[in-house]
């Protein structure tokens, strides 16, 4: 977990790192409002874009004896005084600051409203949330600051977890958020298929460019292929890579298993080939000179079109993907500039298969 922070005693400032820089600038003690800025020299990194999460701890001074240990302070009304940005997402642990890429400053001013008399005070700052790693010895890896803390949708159930591990088979509910003693609010993740494959290089998380949507991956229990999978504006899960099932292989073409429509195999229990429309409405964004654009993730490498042979054209640059609905697949290409359509495949009976589910 990336963390920034700075350390206020008695307006002392403490520089924090090359990413983050948070500055103090006064206290007023008879309304224990706190005010800093915050700024950053680059892109916070994945998965929230832009974004900062920030929290204070605090401690009483009695006249000259400062408290043993710091305690998390309750902050009520964070509020843009000056500079860059926008605070969002307000608890009474802390809150974003958003702001787009590099941030020149982000004043704000906030009550500890669990302080009282003379205190110092600490505010740190993450762009990384708490996670979660399935481990293969039937347990949890969470990453972060403990203790961790799972709920459940709609706080039906909830669980403390003191450590950084914690077996399967104890948590007895469907986690929706994963939070930490920053109060960071963290998906557990939004992907709920049985099928749901993690380990250290495959995390559900979200993606840090494009619409910094959430990617996860599945096996397909046929095989044991792994997909990366990624999720729609519609909250629909889509392939981000091309179905590659031995079963009824026709061809591969650039890389890309290739099927015949009228013999088509089936997609990863619980996933569908889609309809034609749905292939349009899915994929909006025009072509470039190496992939389909995607600002979802699930781009496609150009294919060209795709008999026995694989053919491929001087001409046409093209894409030919399978639909449920269609006797034949759906075709898209480019001539003089880059556009999208659809039509019938005029060259094989070819074509990629990205399958598709609504959860």
């Known amino acids: 977990m990336k963390k920034i922070f700075f350390l206020l005693a008695m307006l002392a400032s403490v520089a924090a790192n090359a990413t983050v820089k948070v500055t103090p ?3 007023d003690y008879s309304t224990n409002k706190v005010t800093f800025k915050v700024e950053w020299t680059n892109t916070p990194s994945a998965p929230y874009n832009n974004r900062v999460w920030v929290w204070i701890d605090f401690y009483p001074v009695t006249g000259a004896t400062p408290a043993n240990s710091f305690s998390a302070a ?4 964070p ?9 969002t997402n307000a608890t009474e642990r802390g809150f974003f600051i958003e702001y787009a890429a590099i941030n020149a400053g982000t004043t704000v001013t906030a009550t500890l409203s669990n302080a009282s008399g003379k205190f110092n005070w600490c505010a740190y700052g993450s762009d990384y949330p708490p996670n979660v790693l399935a481990n293969t010895n039937s347990s949890y890896t969470l990453a972060g600051t403990l203790p961790f803390k799972l709920i459940a949708s709609n706080s039906a159930a909830s669980l403390t977890v003191p450590g950084t591990t914690i077996a399967t088979s104890a948590v007895t509910f469907a986690p929706a958020t994963i939070t930490d003693a920053t109060g960071y609010p963290g998906l557990w993740c939004p992907y709920t298929g049985s099928d749901l494959y993690m380990d250290i290089s495959h995390r559900c998380m979200q993606r840090q460019s494009g619409a910094q949507n959430w990617e996860a991956y599945i096996k397909d229990n046929r095989d044991d292929q792994i997909y990366r999978i990624t999720q729609f504006s519609d909250d629909s899960w889509w392939f981000a890579d091309d179905l590659a099932i031995a079963s009824k292989l026709y061809c591969t073409c650039n890389g890309s298993p290739n099927y015949k429509s009228n013999d088509k195999p089936t997609c990863p229990t619980g996933w569908i080939i889609p309809t034609r429309q749905q292939v349009n409405d899915r994929y909006t964004i025009a072509f470039n000179t190496n992939n389909w654009n995607d600002p979802f993730g699930a781009s496609i490498t150009q294919a060209y079109w795709c008999n026995p042979n694989c053919h491929k054209s001087s001409t046409y640059n093209e894409i ?5 609905d269609f006797n034949s697949c759906v075709h898209y290409w480019y001539n003089s500039s880059w556009h999208c359509t659809s039509e019938n495949c005029n060259y094989g009976d070819g074509g990629l298969i990205r399958c598709f589910r609504q959860l």
Do not use: A, H
């Open 74 to 77: 309750t902050i009520s009304n």
């Open 25 to 27: 600038l006064s206290t």
């Open 320 to 324: 030919s993907m399978l639909v449920s």
């Open 79 to 87: 509020t843009r005084t000056g500079g860059n940005g926008t605070v």
